[in-house]
């Protein structure tokens, strides 16, 4: 895999994410992911957008993360938010969100964050059993979906 950093409104990041929130419909019925984002939440130093291409330049899987600071919906000071960790069907189980996710981790605590959250729902076990594996546990609820009965919010110090 050849993972590059890409601005979210990339034509392969945007693309992939239409994908995800299709995804997210099919699972809560609700339309997608309403959280506010911004290209401008991934640019560097102040976060990051990555995407996997496979060995025929086809994007496969993305991952991003915005920083966040104290703001009044659970983040707290040198946050880093991951957003859309997606996987596109065919290239499932094969460890790909593991490398993402390892290369956003480490892309966040080299600009200076110190802890990485995210948010994820309970009809996502696959997203639920890679972070708690990779060392995330429970924390405060923050962001868009903080007062949805549905919505788990995890943490993990960088």
């Not at 102040?46 to 920083?67: F, Q």
């Not at 189980?93 to 990485?116: H, V």
């Amino acid at each position: 895999m050849n993972i590059r950093r890409v601005p979210f409104d990339h034509p392969d990041a945007v693309k992939l994410n239409d994908e995800v929130q299709a995804e997210y419909h099919l699972r809560y019925g609700d339309g997608g992911d309403a959280t506010a984002l911004d290209a401008s939440d991934f640019t560097p130093p102040r976060g990051v957008y990555l995407i996997a291409y496979d060995d025929n330049d086809r994007p496969v899987a993305t991952g991003g993360w915005r920083s966040q600071d104290e703001n009044g919906e659970g983040n707290e000071d040198g946050d880093a938010e991951l957003k859309r960790m997606f996987v596109i069907e065919q290239m499932r189980g094969r460890g790909l969100a593991r490398r993402m996710l390892a290369g956003l981790e480490e892309d966040a605590r080299a600009a200076g964050r110190i802890r990485m959250v995210l948010e994820t729902g309970t009809k996502q076990p696959e997203a639920i059993a890679l972070y708690v594996s990779s060392g995330y546990e429970p924390c405060t609820k923050f962001g868009y979906y903080r007062h949805y009965e549905s919505s788990l919010c995890y943490a993990k110090p960088l």
